[in-house]
């Protein structure tokens, strides 16, 4: 399994999160996936539970770094940053949203 298994998304959410490890991953989507009201972010989440509890935590390693590595080569900050803000953020709701 390698990095063109997972989504541009599911990639962002990977990036994101850098915890380090496959385990901490699922944990912390587990535990941010009941804020998320839009259905779209949740199935990008569970789609990257699903795919990286399929892995040895030696395939999760390789495809943590090349990910790390396609970001940091490829995205520049500001479009890093508009994703990233629209996936952590989307859970909120409008009112909430209005005051950033």
Do not use: H
Request: proline content about 1%; aromatic content about 12%.
């Amino acid at each position: 399994m390698d990095a063109e298994y997972l989504t541009i998304e599911e990639e962002y959410l990977v990036y994101m999160f850098d915890t380090g490890s496959r385990t901490e991953l699922i944990d912390e989507l587990n535990r941010i996936i009941p804020y998320y009201d839009d259905l779209e972010v949740r199935e990008i989440a569970e789609n990257v539970i699903k795919k990286v509890s399929a892995m040895t935590e030696e395939e999760f390693d390789r495809v943590a770094l090349n990910i790390l590595i396609d970001f940091d080569d490829d995205e520049t900050d500001e479009e890093f940053d508009r994703v990233a803000l629209n996936i952590l953020f989307d859970f909120r709701d409008d009112e909430t949203e209005e005051e950033y």
